[in-house]
């Protein structure tokens, strides 16, 4: 949900514009939004219904990408239980690779060539989308980490038994 919200943020759409408005806005018929963006040069801007669309099929597509690049690093993260992912290395298992590699190749697919962007309701991602992904891959990262040198310094506490899975 973060990385679906950040695009809305991104794009400066209020957050009240999102909610309810499902049935009335942010398809390429939707009526306009007046007062986007105002304060800057030329003052408020119209949000029609194209652009509405163009912004919720981005913020489709990076919640899309994030949910699939965190299976991505997930599956990494857990491939031991105790065993840091630092000294165990990434490229073991090369049936992991190749399924890390289709799965990435389809999200760019799906994400990035025109003609099927209007099947899967997505649209190109400029960097911002990406963003959430990265701060979900630091936590998970740490926790894991740190979950697994807890276990490895003592293989016999509560969070060993109950929290290693």
């Known amino acids: 949900m973060i990385a679906y919200f950040t695009i809305f943020w991104w794009h400066q759409v209020p957050l009240a514009w999102i909610f309810n408005t ?3 806005h942010w398809t390429n018929d ?3 939004f007046e007062g986007w ?3 800057g040069p030329g003052g408020c801007q119209v949000l029609d219904g194209p652009t509405q669309t163009q912004i919720y099929w981005e913020a489709q597509a990076a919640w899309y990408v994030t ?3 965190c299976q991505f690093w997930h599956i990494f993260m857990c ?3 105790q065993v840091s992912i630092f000294r165990h ?3 073991r298992n090369p049936v992991t690779l190749f399924g890390v590699l289709i799965s990435i190749g389809t999200i760019l697919v799906i994400t990035y060539v025109p003609f099927l962007q209007p099947i899967f309701t ?3 991602l400029n960097g911002v989308g990406w963003l959430p992904q990265i701060g979900f891959l ?3 990262l740490l926790y894991t980490e740190a979950s697994k040198r807890r276990v490895r310094r003592d293989p016999e506490s509560w969070w060993a038994r109950n929290m290693q899975w």
């Open 67 to 69: 949910l699939v690049m």
């Open 79 to 81: 491939k031991t239980r």
């Open 30 to 32: 939707a009526p306009s």
């Open 89 to 91: 290395g990434l490229f």
């Open 37 to 39: 963006k105002c304060g």
């Open 22 to 24: 499902g049935n009335t």
């Open 122 to 124: 997505t649209a190109s």
């Open 138 to 140: 630091a936590l998970g």
